[in-house]
Structure formats: structure tokens, C-alpha cells
DNA sequence: CTGTTAGCGCTTTCAG
DNA sequence: CTGAAAGCGCTAACAG
């Protein structure tokens, strides 16, 4: 008994033999070690709970790549929860604690102040990706500062007439980044001298479709923009195909730049912000491992590198625009 | 003690103020039950292991949705291991085993011999989904007749030179479905009295700008398709971006079907063979209840519906051609 | 309706 | 180096 749990941990304290026996024993029998008994005696389960909104949203699934990295190179295993719904959020957030999880990665969820509280309390230790908690470590991006950074790339190409497409805000659950990053390129303008139109600015439901509705929108209407700020690389997408089934061309008469550097951005050409999310999801990963391991005095906050990346979707603003 | 167990477990016989006695006590002391003792007791984990090779690629993450959303419907939790190499598929498949998990979900990877087995032997009830394996219940999809439907569509539109843009075989993790879907188009060629070209075939890494590589490459040569079968739609997005970059219409000169209607294919205007990969996670996972709650005597297959979709970026062959 | 008791299958002292 | 024994925290059967 003992010395089959010996063998199983690859302890040094086994004679060659009677681990070879133990082995053969083991295989004649088909016998498999019972996890919950194993994770009930050690106190531990060797897994993170890893809870994401929109599972199928290309930038989500990058940065759960990232996650899935360091969870599985650590010898864990990453369960995960997603969540579509606030119905479902709360009800997480309440069982969360109980699945017994080693610990958590909670992404792009706003964290309502009774469930952050109740998994201070009594839920494993906790780090949060792309959301914001004073009460938890955190890897967290810069909106205003990335959507500055888009503008401000725009602007140096001479451009003047700046839209913007993306998200309507997603009241229930509740995600600023869209917003936030508006609010950038409007201090953009502004650090400039120039006003922000609110005429150029079309949001929606997320998608590639809804933003080339959008773009389409837009680029129809009066005083149309020559460039324009997409709030992801996913809406950038669309506001392109809009603009060529208009028959703009991209970036000689419009220049569009998004926002991700989705894997797909590089192939596509596509200008935009590089925020490192497969980077930052393996970052909360060491970061929670660094909880774990108790080398972290308090919550801490790290904020994510944020990187232009010009290619060949932005270009000078048209002559005479 | 076992009044809070059956508090926890909701039983009917326990009094009202017992309950209310319990619950606030359980509060006081931020009491958070054990999960590894529960299922160690019941024997079960409510988890479900899913095993998917590149969790990245968009297919893969739409099936991985149409499991969550059954797995998180009935109570259990999903774990999810990414396999990108044969050694973490070799090692996985030999430690799944004692997981624990209520069952198991293996998506798009060949079996071995000596893991099938294992499984069978002492894993917990398996399913397979778009992968073949006599011994498990599974949930496959006729990669050759998608092929073919997709090239019949093209032939009826009067096509008679047709490329197909696919994978290299991924040695290592052994993907057929791209191969398969060339088979398919070859006999639909045949069908009708044409002969396959190869110089029309291009296979390369999986990836949109791969795939536009290859398409362009087929298309600057000699005796150029008048229509591309893709053997997905991210590599179909790829040949019609390098079709449009080299200046085709897509698809007044053009025309281009891709493979599994990705969620994107339809604000695109994509033609595609639908293979339900959304429908079938959740059908995989329905075969595993099935078999969990006993209803099932032997392994059995079921096969996804195929369904051709016609957008807009296919149409008559050009005049002339 | 509530408390007592016996394990679930493993790891970890502790003796030998 | 190996076996015996205790106990992780819960559930289920059994008395009361």
C-alpha cells in the first residue's frame, strides 16, 4: 500500500525490485490511481480554473493559448469556465470557490464587489486578466493609452478626419475596453488641436459583419473620415471589406488600423495595436504561481506593453483630403 | 456533520431552522466544502476532459463551444488539454487515464493502438469526435463527400478547371481531413467526365497567409483554375484576399468555396460545405451522457450532416473560360 | 428529523 | 528499505 504510493511518487526510498514488482503488478491488474483520493490527502488539485467571457472571440482564445502554456508546462490542468450571460457570472462567481481549483484566472470580467469579497475570503488565490480590482493581482492594458497610440500613428500620416468603430457598451456584462479606447483617440485629437467628431463614431454588436455595417455607414455618409480606428482587429476586418466593396481603396484612399495584433493581423497586413494577449495570459499564469508560491506581499498590478504596429492598412492621408 | 452534508446536498429532511442554523454557522466560518472529499466519496468528478489539438484554429474553438455548453448545461465542469505536438498527445493520453474525469472528449486526433487500448481499459467512458476508431463512440464527419459537394457546386456553375488549395499532410499528428476533402473533389471531377490536374492542387502549413501564398502562386501560373476548393474557410479568406490582391474579381472571375462555415463565413458572403462543427461538440458530448447513463449497448458512429452553402463568392464560370 | 459510524483511496508519519 | 496505522473531509447507511 504504502510502497505502491511510494513508487507512484517516484520516491528514491524503493529498492529496483520491488518497484519493478510493484509496476508489473500494477499493469497485470489495470490498476489507476484514484485522483480525488490523491488531491484530498495533499490538499492540492493541480488545477486553475480559468474563466473567460466568449470563448469563440478570436482575442479571447489567444490569450487562453497563453494561459494553457504556462498551465500545462507547470503540470497542471486548466479547467474552463465560460461565460456568456450575467446569470452566469453570478452563479460562477458563488461555486467557484468550492471546485477546489489551486487557482484562478479570471479574464475580462468586471468583478462585482460580493464575489470578489467572498473569494477573498474563502476561494483559492486569484489573479485577474484584463480586468480591474484593487483588491487582486492583476495584468492589466491600457486602453486609453492603446487607442491614443492608434490615433497618433494616424496622425502623423497627415490624417485629420478620424472615425472610430467599435462596440456598443455591452451593459450586462459590463466591458470597457471599446469605450476606453474611444476615449483615446478623442485625447489624440485633442493633444493636437483638433476636435473630435462624434459624427465619425459607429459602434455596435461585436463582430466582423456589424463593423462593416458600421464602416459601411459611415464611409457613405457626408465628410466621411480618411482613416479610421477600429476597436479591434475583428472589427478592423470588417470596416476593410466595407471600404473595398465601397470601393475605397485601403490605405490609398482610407486607412483603417485596429486593435490586438490578432495572429491573423500579420498575414493581413493589417496596421494595429499590438497589446500581447497571448503574452499577458501566460504573465497572469507566472503571476499566480508567484502567488502560490508566496513570494507576493500584496495584490500587485502589471501592466501589459502596448506596441504600434504599422503595416499596410495605414498610409498618408490622400492629397487634397 | 452529516446534517451540513445534507444541508449541502439540499435533502428534504432537514428542518427549516436546522437549515437556517447550519447555513449561518457555514457563514461565520466561511466554511467552503471539500470538493476532492466529495467525489472521492461519490466516485465522481463532474469534470469532462476535452482533448483538442490547436485550440487557436477557429473550427477547433467552435466545436470546443458546442461542448461547453452541453458539458457546463448538465453540472460538470470542462478541462481542457491543448495538444500541439505528439509528445504532449503521448504523454497525455497515457496520464489521462487517472484524471478522473466523468468522461472524456478527444477531438480531431488519431488514436494509437496502445492508448486506445489503455482507454478502453481502465479510462472512463470515451468519445471521439471527427476522429474514426472502431472501439470508441464517435461523432465523425465524410470529409470526401464535403470535398465532392463542394467541387459538384462548382461543376453545376460550369467550372470545369478546379484547384483545390489544402494542408500538407501534418505528418507528425496525422489531419486527414484536408486530403480526404482533395479525394472528394478529384471524384466529383470524375464523376463527370473531367480529369484531376495535380498542377491545379496546392498544399502547404495550415493559415490564411499561407493559403494565400499558395493561391497566388496558382494563380500567376500557366492554365489558371476559374474556381479554388479550399479545405477550410480561413485558407478559402486567404486565397480570395491574394486573388483580389493580383487583381481577380471574386467572383466574376474567381470563384472560390471553402470548408466548415465558420462563424465568419457568412457575414463574408463565403461558399461553403457546413459541417455543424458547433452542432457537433454538443452531439459528442450528448453521445457521452448516453453512454455514462447507460443507454448505449455497443460503440456506435454518428455522422454530421453536410450541408452545401452557396454565397456570393461563388457564380458562373466567366464566359469564355 | 438528527447524530453516530464506517469507509472512499490515498499519503505520511512511525516502527521495524 | 518496507509494512502498519492514522487521517484528509465528505457521504450514506443506520440508529435513535
Do not use: C, K
Not at 15 to 23: G, I, K, Q, W
Not at 40 to 50: A, F, N, P, Q, Y
Not at 82 to 89: A, G, I, L, M
Not at 158 to 165: A, D, K, S
Amino acid at each position: 500500500m504504502a510502497t505502491v504510493s511510494r513508487v507512484l511518487n517516484e520516491s528514491p526510498n524503493v529498492s529496483p525490485e520491488t518497484r519493478a514488482n510493484v509496476l508489473r503488478v500494477m499493469a497485470d491488474f489495470g490498476f489507476v490511481p484514484n485522483a480525488s483520493a490523491r488531491n484530498l490527502v495533499r490538499g492540492r488539485t493541480d488545477t486553475i480554473g480559468v474563466v473567460v467571457p466568449f470563448l469563440t472571440r478570436p482575442g479571447v482564445v489567444e490569450r487562453v493559448r497563453g494561459i494553457e502554456a504556462v498551465v500545462a508546462a507547470s503540470g497542471s490542468s486548466m479547467v474552463m469556465y465560460n461565460v456568456e450571460s450575467v446569470e452566469r457570472r453570478e452563479s460562477l462567481l458563488r461555486v467557484l470557490p468550492e471546485q477546489g481549483h489551486d487557482g484562478l484566472v479570471i479574464v475580462s470580467l468586471p468583478m462585482p464587489h460580493d464575489a470578489a469579497q467572498r473569494l477573498l475570503e474563502v476561494g483559492p488565490p486569484t489573479v485577474l486578466l484584463d480586468a480591474h480590482h484593487r483588491s487582486f493581482s492583476r495584468v492589466v492594458s491600457n486602453d486609453i493609452h492603446g487607442g491614443r497610440l492608434a490615433a497618433r500613428h494616424l496622425l502623423d500620416l497627415g490624417h485629420r478626419r478620424i472615425g472610430f468603430v467599435g462596440d456598443a457598451p455591452r451593459l450586462p456584462l459590463g466591458f470597457w475596453s471599446s469605450r476606453l479606447r474611444s476615449i483615446g483617440v478623442r485625447l489624440a485629437l485633442e493633444e493636437r488641436g483638433l476636435a473630435w467628431d462624434p459624427a465619425l463614431v459607429r459602434v455596435g454588436e461585436h463582430g466582423q459583419g456589424q463593423a462593416a455595417e458600421l464602416a459601411a455607414d459611415l464611409l457613405r455618409g457626408p465628410g466621411r473620415p480618411t482613416a479610421i480606428v477600429a476597436a479591434s482587429d475583428t472589427q478592423a476586418i470588417g470596416v476593410i471589406s466595407a471600404a473595398r466593396t465601397l470601393g475605397f481603396d485601403v490605405p490609398g484612399e482610407l486607412s483603417v488600423i485596429g486593435y490586438d495584433d490578432l495572429e491573423l493581423a500579420e498575414p493581413l497586413g493589417l496596421s494595429t495595436v499590438r497589446q500581447g494577449l497571448t503574452e499577458t495570459g501566460r504573465q497572469a499564469v507566472e503571476l499566480l504561481h508567484r502567488i502560490t508560491t508566496g513570494g507576493l506581499a500584496g495584490p500587485i498590478r502589471i501592466e501589459a506593453a502596448l506596441e504600434l504596429v504599422a503595416r499596410s492598412t495605414s498610409g498618408r492621408v490622400p492629397a487634397g483630403a
